[in-house]
C-alpha cells in the first residue's frame, strides 16, 4: 500500500490529525477501535469521540454548583404547589380527567372517529357487479338467455378445397335457408355444407345428419361477405339489432366454431372495444368494430351479438400473434345488410366499378431486386372487359391511375372506387421498359371481373425481361 492506503487520503498517526499546521481539534467519526476498552465499536453506534485537551477544573466551583442546583429545586417545587391550590379553588375542587382517564377517552375517541370513517367508506361486497353487468344496460338479457336465444341461428361452415377442408361460421338470415357468412371462408370451395346446431336434432342425431349441402348464391371480396342458400324451411332465424346504437364499453358476445366444427357454438364475451376501426386482411380494407371477446380460426361468419340477443357484427378478421391478445374485428351489421341484399337479389354488389384484372403487388424489394417500378402487376385480363378492350395486357406494371401513384392494389381500387361503371379513368403502365398512358371505360364488376390479387401463382412468370422468376413468399397465407 501507499502513504495514502490506496484510498486517496493520509493515514491517521495514531490518532492525532494528519494535517498538524490547522490548530483545532480533530473528531475522527470513523474510527473502528477503543485502546481504552479494547474493542471494536460497529460504525454508527459509538463510533464519535473528541482528542480536545481536558481542562482542569476551577477550585471552590463544586460548592456553588450544589448550592444553585438545591435552589432551583425548591422554586420548581413551590411553583408546582401553588398551581395545583389555584386549580382546585377555580374548579371548585372537582377533580378533572387525569392522565390515565385522558389517555383512555382519547383511545375510545379515535376509535370511534376510526369507525364512523370506516363505515361511510364500506363497500358490500357480498353481491359486486360482474363486467357483464356493468358493460349491460338496466333491461337487458342475462346472458344465458342471450346464448340460449342465438345459439340455434349460428352454424357452421365447411369446404372442401384443394388444399383440404375448411371450416367457418354462419349466421341464419331466414327461415327459408339463407345464410352469412365471410367470403373468405368459402374462398376456391369446390363443395359447400352448412352444418347445423344440436338444435335442430334430438340426442341420436349425428352431425351427418345435420349437414347440408349449401349453394353459393353470391359474394364480395371488397366487403368480405358471401350468401349461401340451403334446403330447409325451418330454420330459426337471428335477430337483427343496429350497428349504429352500438357504444364503447358495452357488452359483446361471440358465438361460433372456433377452430373447427369440434367446438361448434362456442360463447365467449367482452366489450365493444372501438367503433370504426380501418384494417386490411389481405388486399381487403374495411371499417369493423374491435371487441376483446375471444375470436379465434373458425369464428369468421360468426355473430356479434349485444345485450338483448341481437346481431349487431359479423366477425371476419382476428390479429394472432405470440404478443396479442384480445383483439378481434366485425364487420357492422349496418354496412354488411345492403350488400347482402344485393347478394340475394343480383349475386354481386350493384354499382361497382371493375377493370377486369387481376394481378399481384410489386413490393419494393422486388423492385429493387428486379430493376422495375413499384405497382400492381397485371396476371389476367378478363376477356371483353374495359382493360381487354382497351389494350392492358398480362405483366403490365400499372404504375399510376389518374396521375394517382399506385404502389399496389390498395391504392388502385381506392382511386378505381371513386368513379362510377361507364366513366373513364386513365391507366399509367410499364411495359418493354417504356410507360404508356391508356384510357379504360370501367365496367360494373359482377364479382368474376372485379380487380383483385391472384395469389394461385407457382412462383414463376413467362416475362422474360423479369428473369422468369416472380414469387411472393407472403402469398401461402390465408386470411381468417
Known sequence: MNEYNGGGYKPYNNGQSPYPHIEQPYVNREQPYSEQNNYYTGQGAMNEYSFNEPTAPKKGSA??????AFLAVLGVAAIAVTSIVG????TGGDEGPGPADRQTNMHTNDASSAEVS???NAVDRKDLPTLEQLAAPADAMKVPDIIEKMSPS???????????????SGIVLSEDGYIITNAHVIKDAQSISVVLPPFYGDEDTTQDELTYT??????????DLAVLKIEHNNLQKAEIGRSADVQVGELAIVIGNPLGL????????????????????????????????????????????????????????KVASADVEGLGFAIPIDDALPIVSDLMAYGYVTGRPS???????ITAAYSSYYGI?????????????????????ENDIIIAINDNVVNGIVQLNDVKNQFKPGDTVTLTVYRNRKKLDIDVVLDEATGENETSTDNSSDGYSDYDEYRDYYYDPFGIFGGF
Do not use: W
Request: with cysteine; glycine share 14%; aromatic share 4%.
Open 355 to 361: 377493370l377486369g384484372i387481376t394481378g399481384a403487388d
Open 118 to 120: 370506516h363505515t361511510e
Open 214 to 223: 349449401a349453394e353459393n348464391i353470391g359474394k364480395d371480396t371488397q366487403t
Open 154 to 168: 349460428v352454424v357452421g361452415i365447411s369446404c372442401i378445397t384443394n388444399k383440404g377442408i375448411a371450416t367457418g
Open 373 to 393: 417500378p413499384q405497382g400492381f402487376l397485371v396476371k389476367t385480363v378478363t376477356a371483353d372487359s374495359g382493360a381487354y378492350k382497351a389494350g392492358i395486357q
Open 87 to 90: 386549580y382546585t379553588i377555580v
Open 63 to 68: 460548592g456553588k454548583k450544589i448550592l444553585t
Open 262 to 317: 369440434d367446438l361448434a357454438n362456442t360463447a365467449t364475451s367482452g366489450i365493444i372495444s372501438a367503433k370504426d376501426r380501418t384494417i386490411t386482411v389481405e388486399d381487403i380494407t374495411m371499417k369493423v368494430f374491435q371487441t376483446d371477446a375471444s375470436i379465434n380460426g373458425g369464428n369468421s361468419g360468426g355473430a356479434l351479438i349485444n345485450a338483448y340477443g341481437q346481431v349487431v357484427g359479423i366477425t371476419s378478421a
